[in-house]
């Protein structure tokens, strides 16, 4: 893509837009002599000249200080120049760009167990700092009990006054450090957390964004909605419970030893009961599982039917479904409710065993080690004591690593959930691939046959025309007859059919898929419009483009003097559902936001036809200057805007049954004429004579 003030030498973060975008991973770099000379660079450095020029380094010789330089705008069989720091250094002050080729990018990834372990991988750093605090933290806590023990078999019986005072130093100061690596330990799980949520959302983000247009039509939206929103619940567990994990297992691993130390048969009591509260959840998980899989297939239609009302409110209010839809949302959270209450009922059974389990371990620890030292004469009081004390701080880890397969049932399945959608084919695997080349607007169908996914019948049979650049060309034909699949099709939306398609002679799917959309400007019959200002509307998408280029663009699309007449012009808010807007208004905002670009090829589906008589009136008379230079293709049920088209196509259920301009289809296209007579017949009678009907017969 040239920029857009030709002559001007694009800008540092042009160029790095531009060989992203081709797909290379790019940084731009301040670099010094010294540098150079030690760069041995397998990749290309493209050293950025003061005068907006620029060099390819091909590489340093260090030997004779030199480097060998090439301009990009030479062949590349003809010799480098040779160049010292002197003679550089009057031309460049070290602004260089550094390329090579892309890494496997995150996009490629598919959401599943690997990529959040990668991403906690990624977190490797930090991670094992926070390893590191817990480990001294474990230690610290079995202080308490070891301090017990020693007051008790040393101070007591041997009236030792000066290890007491080091018992109570060292307490003193493991608090110390205790309160500072718990603060710390908690800084950086909040760091950790943070940046895994923010990877895994900005992840999810691209992956939907990814996802194919069809892929959106054929799903509900709710559920779509409710699936990447399970994504919440990775994000706890990660950061949450899977972490506490971690740390407990650190726990477990610094007391264990040290148990096993003071007396192996109680220990090995504490870890046969943590066993135990395991086997009772594993017994529980195939039950769990069941009932958990139809509570989240309830609350899925929850969210369906309260997403779907919320989004057709308008149509709701006017049918006043009120009443019907509160009954199918009653229904919907009945069963939801019912599941949920199934499953609380199911995983009450396995904590309640563990919590049982686990009051008899702490409770046996004591009487087995009561029971010892009374039979056996074995073990003293503050071994039995300092014993207990850390059997209650281990009973509880183990515990909580044994509750954890419960949890893993809830992320395993909002994993699937989400991962379901995001894991789903996306339209174009590498942003770099596909060609670009430049776009007069020349289009091409031959031979195109077209079914959407899941149906049977073909949208389009044989669809064979020709448009040259710069023409305005009418798509007619009945409901159902094919138009709007010919757009889609030229936007690159579908892949999957058979024939051709090409833009000046490049098939479309040779194309880059993000630059083939940029030579489009699309209005369709309801457009969406963004939070924002009008300004920001009109130039939406198009960052870097000014207040100049929206007034351009708005007055090309006729919207220039109801935007004047705005409370704050350009900078009026354009309110939720755009309700400060008339459609009028609304779809000449379209307009200029289609036309900002410049697009080669203009489409306009249905774009007037939701338009009052005097709206359409405007838009009409502006059709004219909008198509200069470049190609535009106009689906209308209404002929009498198609009139003035240099050429009309005219579809039959997914077949091109004529093309030519008006006056020639009406003699000789029977399809054409039936549809054109038809709406003529109202207009010739005054009584109706001002809108057009609507060709909307169906087949
Ligand atoms: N997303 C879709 N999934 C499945 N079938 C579809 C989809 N969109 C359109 N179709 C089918 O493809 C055929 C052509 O539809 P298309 O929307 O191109 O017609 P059209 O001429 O633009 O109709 P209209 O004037 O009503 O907008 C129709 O039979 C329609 O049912």
Redesign the pocket.
Known sequence: MLPREAGAPPTEAALLAWAREGGLAAKSATLTWRRLMKLQAPTPIVLLLNDGGAALLMHADRRRNIVWLRDPSVPRDQDGVAVDELRLRQVWDGKALLLRPQAKKAEGDQLGLGFLLRLVWFERSIMRDVLLASLVLSFLATLPALAVMVVLSKVFTYRNVATLDAVIALLTLAVFWEVLLNYARRRMINMVGVRVDAKLNTFIFARVLGLPL?YF??RQLGAIMHQVGQIGKIRDFMTGKMLATILDLVTVAVMLPLMLYLDATLTWLVVAGAGLCGLVIVLFLGPVRRVHGRWQRAEMNRSTVLLETVHGIRTVKSLAMERAQRDVFDVVTAEAAEAKEQLGYISNWPQTIATVVEALMTRGVLMVGALMALIEGRGDLGVLLAFMMLGNRLAQPLANIARLIDDIEDVRGALALASDVVNNRQEAVAPGLGARPVIAGAIRFEKVDYA????R?L??EGVTFEVPPGTTVG?V??????????T?LLQGFATGYEGQIAIDGHEIRGINLDYLRRQFGVVLQDNFLFRGTIKDNIIAGRPGLTLADAVQAARLAGAEEFIERMPAGYETMVEEGSANLSGGQKQRLAIARALITDPRILIL??ATSALDPESEAVVNANIARIAQGRTMLV?S?RLSSLTEMDQIIV?DR?RVMDMGPHRDLVERCPVYRQLWLQQTRYMDNPRTAAPAPVL?QG?
């Open positions: 069809d039509e054929r959407y996914p899941g149906t019948s949208a389009l798509l034909g009945r409901s159902g007859s094919g138009k709007s699949t010919i889609r589906d249905e689906v049920h579809l997914g909307a087949n």
